[in-house]
C-alpha cells in the first residue's frame, strides 16, 4: 500500500550514508542518495500516493564527493519521490540543469504513473534553440519513483547454471509472446504473468529450450512522434530506468510478479537472461527531453563533443551516449546489474550494442573500464554475459573482440548460412566455419569454442518464415515509405512474395526452414531461436516492427505449424543428447590430440575435401571423429538431389531436415540422396544402436502444443 510523507518531516543527519545509492529503505525510514558532480544544490520531492500532488520539498542535507544524501525517518516503502537539481544552465559547457523539471532518480526501483508528452518536459523552450530555458515545472507530466520494499521469500530458489554447451536460447518479447495465445488467461497476456504460464512453460519445455532472453523490461519511454503517429516503442531500446520494470509489463502492479515468474523459469529448468540498454537512454540527444540523467548532472552521465560539450556524443543512433567510463556512471551499471541478478534473481544479460560499452578515448578497447570490471565482479561472474558485438560508431563492428567470458551475437553465422541455404554460390568454406564455431572470429584468447551465439533470425530484420517469403522488406506500416529496415535480407520468397496457396511453394518453404533450423543446430557455438520462428511465424515482411504493438508483431499461435514444431524439438533434443556442442574447438584432420574433436571435411564422392573443391557447388560433408564417443556425419545439400558416398562402415540416420518427423533408426551403408535438406548421421556405438528417441520432451512436443 502507497504511504503518505508523515507531517513534520526532518533529516536525521547522524544516520545518513553515502555508501548506497538509491532510496534504501532499512524498516525504519528511508536513506536518499543521488550522485552529481556538479550540482550546487539538490531537492527531495515528496508526493501523495497517486504521485498528483507534492506534499513535501526538502534540501538533501549532506554531500560528499558528488554524493548527495539524507535519511528521513518514518518513511516507508511506497513512498512516491523525484529530485530536483541546481546548477548552472550553461549548454555551451555541458551543463543543463533546470531546477524547474522534475527528475527521476536513476536507481528508482519502481516507478508510478506514466510520461505524459508536454513541452514543459524540456529544459528549453521548444520552438527555440536549445539555448534557451523553459522555467515551467513539469512534475504533473513526469512519473514518479517509489520506494521499495526488497523482501521477498526466495528460499527454494537456486540459480541453474547451466553450462554454455547445454545452452538453447530462446529471444521472446514479454507481451509479443504471450498476446494471441488462446491458452493463456486473458488478463495475463502482455505480462509477466502470462509470460510464466503454464502453457507458455509447457511449449518451451517441450521444444528443449535452456534459456528465455526477453526484450528490454526495465522501464522505457514511448517516442513523442511515434505516439503521435499512433505507433509505440514496441521493443522497448529506449530505457529510462536501468532498475525499475516497464510498468504495462505487471499485471498486479507488484515486483514480486517479475519474482514469482523467474522463480516458475527456474522450476521449469529455464534461466532467464534480458536485453539490457546500457549504451544510451531515452533523453535523446541535446534537443531531447530532461527526465533524469540530463538534469541531474548532463557532463558526468552522457558523452559530450570533445569540440562542443553543447552537443551529445553518439555512437549508437539514438541521440546519446552513456558515459560509462566515468566511474560513477560504470558504478551505476554495475550496481544495475547486481541488483536483477541478487534481488531478481536473473540468470544473465545480453548487451545492446555493447561496442559503445567498451569506448574509451582512443576507440573501442577489449580491456575498458567497463569490461574489465564486469571480470572482476564476484556476483556477475556466475551469470551469463552476452554482448552484441556492434554499434554504429567508428570501429564500432567488433565481432570476436570481446573478452571471455563475454560471448557474442554471430552475424556472419546469420548472413552465411541465409546465404547457403538460399543457393548462393563460393558460400561453402565460410558455411563450413560457423559449422565449427566461427574460429577464425573465436579461436583466440583462450576462449570457448561456445563464445559464437548462432542465429538466423532476431528481433530486428526478418523472421525466418518471412526470409523464405519475401525477396524485399514491406515495412510500410512503420510510415516512413518503406526507408527504414534492412535491405540486405539475404531472403527469398521461393516463387510468390508472400502469403500463398501454392503447395509447391509451401512445401519449399517448410523443407528450407527444417534444414537452415537443422544446421544452426548442428553448429558448435550457442544456438539461438527468434520466438515463433519454430512455428513459421511471419511479420508479412517487415523487418524492423520495433513500433508496431499488435498483431503484427505479436506471436501468431492460431496459425502455428505443428510439424515445424515438433520437428525443432527433435533437432534440439538431439543435439542436447549427442553432446554436440563441445567447449573445445574441434582439431584439423589428423591434428586430434585425444580430447578435441577432429573435422575432417568430405566431398560427396567421400574423399577429403582438397583445396579446389571449395569453389565448387554440391553437399557439404563434415565428419566429427570424436574420442570415446560416436563419429557424427553432418551433411548440407542446398541444391537439388544429389548423391553422397558415406564413408566405410555402418551409419544410423537420426535427423533428416525434410521429413515430417524422426525418421526412426535407419541403417545405411554406401550413399544417400540429400535434396535440398541437412542430415545428420551417428555410426555404430560400440554398445548397439543408441536409441534416442522418447527423451528430452520429444516425444511430448505435439501434445504440449496442443493443450496449450
Known amino acids: 500500500m502507497l504511504k503518505v510523507a508523515p507531517k513534520g518531516l526532518a533529516f536525521d543527519r547522524s544516520s545518513a550514508r553515502p555508501s548506497v545509492l538509491g532510496a534504501e529503505y532499512d524498516g525504519s525510514g528511508v536513506n536518499f542518495a543521488l550522485f552529481s558532480d556538479h550540482a550546487e544544490r539538490v531537492e527531495l520531492c515528496l508526493f501523495d500516493e497517486d504521485g498528483a500532488t507534492e506534499t513535501a520539498r526538502l534540501d538533501l542535507p549532506e554531500m560528499e564527493g558528488g554524493i548527495w544524501h539524507g535519511y528521513l525517518p518514518g518513511l516507508a516503502p511506497g513512498q512516491a519521490y523525484g529530485y530536483r537539481v541546481h546548477g548552472a544552465y550553461a549548454p555551451e559547457q555541458g551543463h543543463r540543469f533546470n531546477p524547474n523539471k522534475l527528475l527521476l532518480d536513476p536507481y528508482a526501483r519502481q516507478l508510478t504513473g506514466a510520461l505524459d508528452w508536454d513541452d514543459s518536459l524540456f529544459g528549453y523552450e521548444i520552438g527555440t534553440d536549445d539555448l534557451s530555458f523553459d522555467d515551467r515545472d513539469s512534475a504533473a507530466y513526469m512519473p514518479k519513483a517509489l520506494v521499495v520494499d526488497p523482501a521477498y521469500d526466495w528460499s527454494a530458489d537456486r540459480a541453474l547454471l547451466r553450462p554454455w554447451e547445454e545452452t538453447v536460447i530462446y529471444e521472446a518479447h514479454v507481451k509479443g509472446l504471450t498476446m494471441r495465445h488462446d491458452g493463456v488467461v486473458q488478463a495475463d497476456r502482455g505480462t509477466f504473468a502470462g509470460l510464466a504460464s503454464r502453457p507458455v512453460l509447457d511449449h518451451l519445455k517441450a521444444l528443449g529450450i535452456t534459456a528465455v532472453e526477453l526484450l528490454p523490461v526495465q522501464s522505457f519511454v514511448q517516442d513523442r512522434h511515434l505516439l503521435e503517429q499512433g505507433l509505440s516503442n514496441y521493443w522497448g531500446y529506449n530505457t529510462l530506468s536501468f532498475f525499475a520494470p516497464n510498468a504495462p509489463y505487471l499485471k498486479t502492479g507488484q515486483l514480486s510478479e517479475i519474482k514469482d515468474a523467474i522463480r516458475r523459469f527456474h522450476e521449469a529448468g529455464i534461466e532467464v537472461l534480458l536485453d539490457v540498454v546500457y549504451n544510451h537512454t531515452a533523453e535523446g540527444n ?49 550496481d544495475s546489474l547486481r541488483y536483477w541478478v541478487q534481488v531478481m534473481h536473473v540468470d544473465g544479460f545480453r548487451f545492446d550494442l555493447a561496442s559503445t560499452l567498451g569506448r574509451e578515448s582512443a576507440g573501442f578497447e577489449r580491456e575498458s573500464a567497463f569490461f574489465n570490471a564486469i571480470r572482476q565482479d564476484p556476483v556477475l561472474a556466475h551469470v551469463k554475459l552476452i554482448a552484441e558485438p556492434w554499434d554504429i560508431g567508428e570501429g564500432g563492428y567488433q565481432v570476436g573482440g570481446f573478452p571471455w567470458p563475454f560471448r557474442e551475437w554471430n552475424d556472419k553465422a546469420r548472413d552465411d548460412l541465409r546465404a547457403f541455404w538460399r543457393r548462393d554460390g563460393g558460400v561453402r568454406g565460410s558455411v563450413a566455419e560457423r559449422l565449427l564455431g566461427s574460429p577464425v572470429q573465436f579461436h583466440h584468447s583462450r576462449r570457448p569454442a561456445t563464445t559464437s551465439v548462432n542465429f538466423l533470425a532476431a528481433h530486428d ?24 529496415g534492412h535491405d540486405n535480407n539475404l531472403s527469398h520468397n521461393m516463387g510468390a512474395e508472400g502469403p500463398t496457396d501454392d503447395a509447391g511453394i509451401l512445401h519449399g518453404r517448410t523443407r528450407r526452414a527444417r534444414a537452415m533450423l537443422a544446421s544452426l543446430l548442428m553448429s558448435q557455438g550457442v544456438p539461438m531461436i527468434l520466438a515463433g520462428d519454430e512455428m513459421g511465424n511471419s511479420q508479412h515482411g517487415n523487418n524492423n516492427a520495433y513500433c508496431q504493438d499488435n498483431e503484427l508483431a505479436w506471436i501468431d499461435w492460431p496459425e502455428a505449424d505443428a510439424g515445424l514444431i515438433r520437428a525443432t524439438a527433435q533437432m534440439i533434443a538431439l543435439r542436447q543428447q549427442l553432446g554436440l556442442a563441445n567447449r573445445r574447438f574441434a ?38 571423429r570424436r574420442p570415446a564417443r560416436d563419429d557424427v556425419l553432418v551433411i548440407l545439400n542446398a541444391g537439388d538431389d544429389a548423391g553422397f558416398v558415406l564413408p566405410e562402415g555402418a551409419w544410423l540416420r537420426r535427423l533428416c531436415s525434410a521429413d515430417e518427423g524422426e525418421t526412426g533408426p535407419e541403417v545405411m551403408q554406401g550413399q544417400i540422396t540429400a535434396a535440398g535438406q541437412a542430415v545428420l548421421v551417428l555410426s ?19 501434445a504440449a502444443f496442443a493443450a496449450a
Not at 530484420?461 to 527504414?484: I, M, P, Q, R, V
Not at 574423399?607 to 563434415?622: A, N
Open 587 to 624: 582439431a584439423g584432420a589428423g591434428d586430434g590430440d585425444g580430447v578435441a574433436d577432429e573435422a575432417v571435411w568430405l566431398h560427396a564422392d567421400g574423399r577429403e575435401m582438397g583445396e579446389d573443391d571449395w569453389d565448387q557447388e554440391g553437399p557439404l560433408g563434415l565428419l566429427l
Open 286 to 334: 541535446e534537443r531531447g527531453p530532461t527526465l533524469s540523467f540530463r538534469g541531474i548532472d548532463n557532463a558526468s552521465y552522457y558523452l559530450l563533443s570533445p569540440e562542443n560539450p553543447r552537443h551529445s556524443f553518439d555512437t549508437t543512433g539514438c541521440g546519446n551516449t552513456l558515459n560509462v567510463a566515468h566511474p560513477m556512471v560504470l558504478r551505476m551499471v554495475l
Open 461 to 484: 530484420g526478418f523472421t525466418l518464415w518471412d526470409c523464405l517469403s519475401y525477396d524485399h522488406k514491406h515495412n510500410e506500416a512503420n510510415g516512413e515509405d518503406n526507408a527504414d
Open 684 to 702: 555404430e556405438s560400440a554398445d548397439g544402436w543408441r536409441n534416442f528417441s522418447g527423451q528430452g520432451g520429444v516425444d511430448t512436443a505435439e
